[in-house]
């Protein structure tokens, strides 16, 4: 839980940054920019500011905008076995700062990420990618992955197949994907 005040700070620093970044944005699009906390009243720490400009049945794009070491929780798109289909396919790209990426697949021996003590057991994968301005990475369907900004924070491109958040499966129970505030 956050309160309407962090709310608010954290969607003014997402906007700045993204239009420091290079970003050119509507001024609509400001109200429009999520302020995800993941239940677990860390925002600084935990979360993300997500700006979705697009979101349909074929198609998703958003901008993720994270602050200095802010971490997205490790989670995964499965498949749908009702609508016979595969997961969400995501792609991401860097467009400033610096995001380090967390995926199956070899651990790296010196991984970037630096989470908190409490955080760690909810974190199984540790196969780093570094992306920065410029940098993709295609993210396949029911894989596991994690994030975490760099020291300067990040923005970065999220390009995906249909939007299926509700059903994304997280490793840590404590997570609550809907924003809740204290006030």
Not at 17 to 28: D, F, I, K, Q, S
Not at 63 to 81: D, T
Not at 100 to 109: I, K, L, N, T
Not at 172 to 181: A, H, K, L, N, S
Request: charged letters at 25%; hydrophobic letters at 35%; aromatic letters at 10%.
């Amino acid at each position: 839980m956050i309160t309407r005040k962090e709310e608010n700070e954290a969607r003014q620093w997402a906007w700045e940054t993204a239009r420091n970044a290079g970003m050119v944005l509507r001024n609509e699009e400001y109200d429009q920019i999520e302020v995800a906390d993941f239940g677990l009243s860390r925002l600084r720490e935990i979360g993300a500011q997500i700006l979705t400009l697009e979101a349909n049945d074929w198609v998703s794009i958003k901008v993720l905008i994270l602050s200095p070491w802010q971490l997205e929780p490790q989670h995964r798109h499965p498949p749908s076995a009702v609508e016979q289909y595969p997961g969400k396919t995501e792609v991401l790209r860097g467009q400033w700062g610096q995001l380090y990426h967390y995926w199956e697949g070899e651990p790296s021996p010196h991984p970037k990420a630096r989470p908190a003590d409490q955080d760690q057991p909810y974190l199984a994968v540790w196969n780093e990618t570094v992306l920065g301005p410029g940098s993709q990475l295609v993210i396949p369907p029911n894989s596991w992955h994690w994030f975490q900004a760099g020291p300067e924070g990040a923005v970065v491109w999220t390009f995906s197949s249909k939007v299926t958040d509700a059903a994304d499966q997280w490793t840590d129970p404590r997570i609550v994907r809907e924003t809740q505030f204290t006030d």
